[in-house]
T-cell receptor
Framework: NAGVMQNPRHLVRRRGQEARLRCSPM?????VYWYRQLPEEGLKFMVY????????ESGMPKERFSAEFPKEGPSILRIQQVVRGDSAAYFC????????????FGNGTRLTVT | SQELEQSPQSLIVQEGKNLTINCTSS?????LYWYKQKYGEGLIFLMM?????EEKSHEKITAKLDEKKQQSSLHITASQPSHAGIYLC???????????FGTGTRLQVFP
């Protein structure tokens, strides 16, 4: 039973380019969370999605960031026109029941903006 | 504002020593989770506490949630180098299915 799969593991983008981060939840999980972790900082909530719906995006920057979780396929976190401050580790987590059951985390995507 | 405060921020202990990490909230918590993160990896679920006064143990790690459900502690007995990592508490303080995390405690265990 595969865990949460994130790809790519490492992503390098130049300023102004787009970054697309993918997350395949565990089988049977319809709740997906995205978090950002800056160096030496904690894990910051970004967005919570269920299939085809954004439930809570209170942690997402208002511009350049978007997330989706389509009926078929992985959840995507998209960052347009990346800036150096976007460099961070982005983690995805999934669960079968939102925060009522433990979240299972992927190994993250480390985004470096040059 | 940070809703979950962890202390200490970092801890260096000698192998074999006991240690405690604390997690405090100003709000009543609807579920409290403890996770461990190793460098460069994702978070590994350790334990979940839901009821006031609840205590759970797994191997040498014990977690407790106070009666008011606003403070939790994680205790490691006879620490080993394999316990090294970052420990994070997570909770849903507003009961909205949005899980937030504390700032983490970095634990180092030296032989």
């Amino acid at each position: 039973n595969a865990g949460v799969m994130q790809n790519p593991r490492h992503l390098v983008r130049r300023r102004g380019q787009e970054a697309r981060l993918r997350c395949s939840p565990m089988k049977g999980h319809s709740h997906v969370y995205w978090y950002r972790q800056l160096p030496e900082e904690g894990l910051k909530f970004m967005v919570y999605l269920q299939k085809e719906n954004i439930i809570d995006e209170s942690g997402m920057p208002k511009e350049r960031f978007s997330a989706e979780f389509p009926k078929e396929g992985p959840s995507i976190l998209r960052i347009q026109q990346v800036v150096r401050g976007d460099s961070a580790a982005y983690f995805c987590a999934s669960s079968p029941q939102g925060a009522q059951s433990p979240l299972h985390f992927g190994n993250g995507t480390r985004l470096t903006v040059t | 504002s940070q809703e979950l405060e962890q202390s200490p921020q970092s801890l260096i202990v000698q192998e074999g020593k006991n240690l405690t990490i604390n997690c405090t909230s100003s709000k009543t918590l609807y579920g409290l989770y403890w996770y461990k993160q190793k460098y460069g990896e994702g978070l590994i679920f350790l334990m979940m506490l839901q009821k006031g006064g609840e205590e759970k143990s797994h191997e040498k790690i014990t977690a407790k949630l106070d009666e008011k459900k606003q403070q939790s502690s994680l205790h490691i007995t006879a620490s080993q180098p394999s316990h090294a990592g970052i420990y994070l508490c997570g909770a849903d303080p507003d009961d909205t299915d949005k899980l937030i995390f504390g700032t983490g405690t970095r634990l180092q265990v030296f032989p």
